[in-house]
């Protein structure tokens, strides 16, 4: 198994998919989010943000679905890391996969997040499931107030 990447290069990417989240079309029903895939080499292999192609998009599902459209197999994957400013969701109003299983399911065995995400829409919960499922979960709370800074006229502030 490769190393996991230095907590440089988390903040690095982490932040990159903060910026990302201020690209999302504006929304009262939902967080802006961004994500991106890096192969434990260091290698780009796929970004998104919510709303990016479709109102009820979520960051994580389009950043895999451009992994997923570039090729990358399962050896990429099985060690890279997946970067989201908020904890993926385990329940979805919009769509019938929550993005924990959508991880999940991808072979991606790590994820560093921002925040965790709060009961404003639907219950957080989506670090515990993958955790449970044998992931490693990474928050780096130094960050928190950036991402939560996109989404203030969510939270009452």
Known sequence: MAQP???????????????????????DSAFSVGAI???????????GYSREWDPADHAEE?????????????DLL??????????PCAMRASRPVP???L?????????VIAWREPPVFVPG?????????GLA????????AAAKAVNAHLLGG
């Open 37 to 47: 895939v890096v192969a434990g080499d260091g290698q780009l292999l796929g970004y």
């Open 62 to 74: 389009v950043a895999l679905a451009r992994v997923a459209e570039a090729g990358a197999g399962p």
């Open 5 to 27: 990447p230095s907590p440089d290069a988390d903040r690095h990417w982490l932040r990159e998919a903060i910026e990302l989240s201020r690209r999302c079309p504006p929304s």
């Open 103 to 111: 991880i999940i399911g991808s072979g991606i065995d790590r994820v």
């Open 78 to 87: 099985a060690g890279a890391t997946i970067y989201s400013s908020l904890e």
């Open 125 to 133: 919960g989506g670090a515990v499931r993958l955790r449970k499922a």
């Open 137 to 144: 979960v990474v928050v780096l709370p130094e960050l928190a």
């Open 99 to 101: 993005c924990a299983d």
